[in-house]
């Protein structure tokens, strides 16, 4: 059965951090990039940071870069994402995902999600 569990958000003040933790389990993780989503209320879900292990290629979002880390322990199958400097306007559930496809799949074509994370960023 595959499975992502998504973990780690909850409420911080502006400037704080919070990491981001998503544990998969059920498919061969080098074989997929894991990327984060975020859905503010009343919006579009939205790429914010993917890892591929086979490709070697991270990539960020222009409104985290600089902010946000990704990184993984293969050995756990876990994906990480360090959260600095952090905006209200991070304000948002997270989720992770996998696609056999790569991190330039389009939302609709990631293969796996987890559940999502609650992020609360208060001003």
């Known amino acids: 059965e595959v499975q992502l569990q998504a973990s780690g958000g909850g409420l911080v003040q502006a400037g704080g951090s919070l990491r981001l933790s998503c544990a998969t389990s059920g498919f061969t993780f080098d074989d997929y990039a894991i990327g984060w989503f975020r859905q503010a209320p009343g919006e579009d879900r939205k790429g914010v940071s993917c890892f591929s292990a086979s490709a070697g290629t991270t990539y960020y979002a222009d409104s985290v870069k600089g902010r946000f880390t990704i990184s993984s322990d293969n050995a756990k199958n876990t994906v990480y994402l360090q959260m600095n400097s952090l905006k209200p306007e991070d304000t948002a559930v997270y989720y992770c995902?996998?696609?056999?496809?790569?991190?330039?799949?389009?939302?609709?074509?990631?293969?796996?999600w987890g559940q999502g994370t609650q992020v609360t960023v208060s001003s």
């Open positions: 995902a996998a696609a056999g496809a790569g991190c330039f799949a389009t939302l609709y074509d990631y293969d796996y």
